[in-house]
């Protein structure tokens, strides 16, 4: 009977194709490679939701991604972060979305998650708006706060070169539909928030913010989504920061 060795692959075979061999073994010691970063990074989560060790695992978390600036890395913290449990604290979700943060910071350019193919930068952005979007539902300003300097930072280290109606497409939209769509308050609130957050980024950006003043009329005006001082606050300032750019 013909052996056949750990890879799968017979001894004959191997000799006639050594790199092949090469690749199949480098292949499974990069499947182990990333089990063992998945499961490293999903334990240091599993520990924000905790103040007493919420410190030591944004630390630790840090290292990890600071460690594998890589796509494969990329698409494991990705994977890890969109599949969170919604019930999670919000103490958990802040940290997550911290993190979030420093994983756009340290990887800029090269934000290609490799579950598309070809890897795009858009796209991958669209995925952490997604995961940013879905943390909205919650109570808490600090996880509103927190989602809004996520989208901050997606503008700063990838989108600030890019084409301002891309920039409107990706970090504006959504957050409008939540603002018009959604039937959660906490949901609008945070929208508002980010939405207020993200005029005063665009406010030197003068083609940007020409382009989105029709929006912001139409959603502050027209609508008049405010259902809670907060939200009067931030509409207010918007309009604000408007009347005096078209002055």
């Known amino acids: 009977?013909?052996?056949?060795?750990?890879?799968?692959?017979?001894?004959?075979?191997?000799?006639?194709?050594?790199?092949?061999?090469?690749?199949?073994?480098?292949?499974r010691m990069r499947q182990v490679e990333v089990h063992e970063l998945r499961n490293e990074f999903?334990?240091?989560?599993?520990?924000?939701?905790?103040?007493?060790?919420?410190?030591?695992?944004?630390?630790?978390?840090?290292?990890?991604?600071?460690?594998?600036?890589?796509?494969?890395?990329?698409r494991v913290f990705l994977g890890s972060l969109s599949s969170s449990d919604q019930t999670l604290t919000s103490i958990a979700k802040e940290g997550q979305l911290d993190i979030l943060t420093f994983i756009i910071e340290k990887f800029k350019d090269e934000l290609l998650d490799p579950l598309d193919n070809p890897p795009a930068l858009i796209k991958t952005v669209q995925r952490i708006c997604t995961i940013i979007c879905k943390n909205l539902?919650?109570?808490?300003?600090?996880?509103?706060?927190?989602?809004?300097?996520?989208?901050?930072?997606?503008h700063r280290t990838s989108l600030f070169s890019k084409p301002k109606e891309q920039v409107k497409s990706v970090l504006y939209n959504p957050l409008e539909e939540i603002v018009l769509g959604s039937a959660n308050k906490h949901s609008q609130a945070g929208a508002a928030k980010c939405i207020y957050r993200?005029?005063?980024?665009?406010?030197?950006?003068?083609?940007?913010?020409?382009?989105?003043?029709?929006?912001?009329?139409?959603?502050?005006v027209v609508n008049d989504f405010a259902v809670s001082y907060t939200h009067l606050r931030a509409h207010e300032t918007v309009l604000d920061l408007v009347c005096r750019l078209l002055l």
């Open 42 to 74: 999903n334990g240091f989560l599993a520990k924000l939701s905790a103040k007493e060790t919420k410190s030591v695992a944004l630390s630790e978390l840090k290292r990890i991604v600071e460690s594998n600036v890589d796509p494969a890395a990329l």
């Open 137 to 154: 539902n919650d109570s808490s300003t600090q996880v509103h706060i927190a989602c809004a300097n996520t989208l901050l930072a997606i």
């Open 198 to 220: 993200l005029v005063l980024e665009f406010y030197e950006q003068k083609e940007l913010m020409l382009l989105l003043c029709p929006y912001f009329v139409n959603l502050f």
């Open 1 to 27: 009977m013909q052996k056949i060795t750990d890879t799968g692959i017979s001894p004959a075979a191997e000799k006639r194709l050594p790199i092949q061999k090469g690749k199949a073994k480098d292949k």
